[in-house]
């Protein structure tokens, strides 16, 4: 079985669950502040696409994460977005139709945000870009993040 922590990826947050009031308050009971600190018992306060404030007010919350570990998204700075398993169970990369090549780094960017990465990097695959720009086009509704 594979644990998943809980991350804050705040693109996906932002993209999903943006509240009319325009901010999310996220109550957490474990937070690692990406500083080499860990806070109990705080909320995170978002408005718009960023952090307003972090502390241990009593807002009502519109997203409850008690009992789980919040931590500021990972960074992998060498990835293959592009790779993919062909049908002999081979990772591969290269040789598909546009489209589907599209598809298999699409669906590698979601499992890697999934997995707790909010920054990549990867220099030369040429469907990096493109994906890149959908995405911030699509959830990120244009803003770059």
Known sequence: MRLRPIFLALSAAIAL????SGSIVIQTSTLL???GGVLKNQQIVIQG???QSVSARK?????DLRGLT???GWIDTH??????MDANHKSVSGGDKPEDAALYTAGDAWLTLED???TVQRVGAAI??????RINQECCRGRAF
């Open 49 to 51: 696409s960023r952090i």
């Open 17 to 20: 669950a943006q509240p009319p």
């Open 33 to 35: 502040d990406g500083r």
């Open 59 to 63: 807002e009502k919350a519109t997203d």
């Open 116 to 118: 707790g990465f909010t």
């Open 128 to 133: 990096d870009a493109v994906v890149r720009d």
């Open 70 to 72: 919040v931590m500021p």
């Open 79 to 84: 990835v293959h977005l592009n790779r993919h």
